[in-house]
């Protein structure tokens, strides 16, 4: 993909690595290739992702308008989730360390690296779940549901504009106060 886009453009004023598998099962049986092929998509392909297009985010990268990098992480990279999804919250946890160690190396280049910790959303990784336990989980956010596509937009944007040019290694929880209040 990234020689693809590198074929393609010159410069790249945002990168959003979005990647998520999960994984659940009792630790007693949790296979070891599980936990590889987590691992491998929501953390290696954020980072090989962000280097193979780091030549196009430089090029766009200025000190008033600086390159962005979002990584999409998790609140179960925040807080201990209740599923044994155990590389799922060890891969997200990593993702944030990670935004904060490229926050650091690549702010000097005029490159921001934030990520977002999402909470319960509908999508196909959690459809199962809110199928099951949906009026359970949204009670268990303060604001009383789960995410909508709009309040994750809106950290995007943010974060892609003039606004969010003076954040880097940020995690920023959008998950309606579960993670920061419960």
């Given at each position: ?11 790249l ?7 998520g ?8 049986d ?15 392909s954020?980072?090989?992702?962000t ?9 766009s ?40 160690h490229?926050a ?8 921001t690296?934030?990520a ?10 959690m459809?199962?779940?809110?199928a099951?336990?949906?009026?359970e ?10 995410g ?25 929880p959008?998950?309606g ?6």
């Amino acid at each position: 993909m990234a020689a693809q886009v590198g074929a393609e453009v010159d410069r790249l004023d945002i990168l959003v690595n979005n990647a998520g598998a999960t994984w659940g099962a009792p630790i007693e049986d949790f296979p070891d290739s599980a936990w590889d092929r987590v691992l491998d998509l929501n953390v290696q392909s954020p980072f090989t992702l962000t280097q193979a297009l780091l030549p196009q985010l430089l090029a766009s990268a200025t000190v008033d308008d600086p390159a962005r990098v979002i990584m999409i992480g998790s609140i179960d990279g925040i807080r201990a989730p209740q599923t044994e999804s155990y590389s799922y919250s060890a891969s997200k946890a990593a993702v944030h360390q990670l935004t904060r160690h490229l926050a650091g190396h690549l702010g000097s280049r005029n490159i921001t690296v934030n990520a977002i910790a999402p909470g319960p959303f509908e999508s196909r990784m959690m459809a199962h779940f809110l199928a099951e336990r949906g009026d359970e989980i949204a009670a268990s956010s303060p604001l009383g549901r789960i995410g909508r596509a709009d309040d994750v937009i809106g950290t995007t944007v943010y974060l892609t504009s003039r606004a969010g040019s003076y954040l880097t290694g940020a995690v920023i929880p959008v998950d309606g106060g579960i993670s920061t209040t419960r």
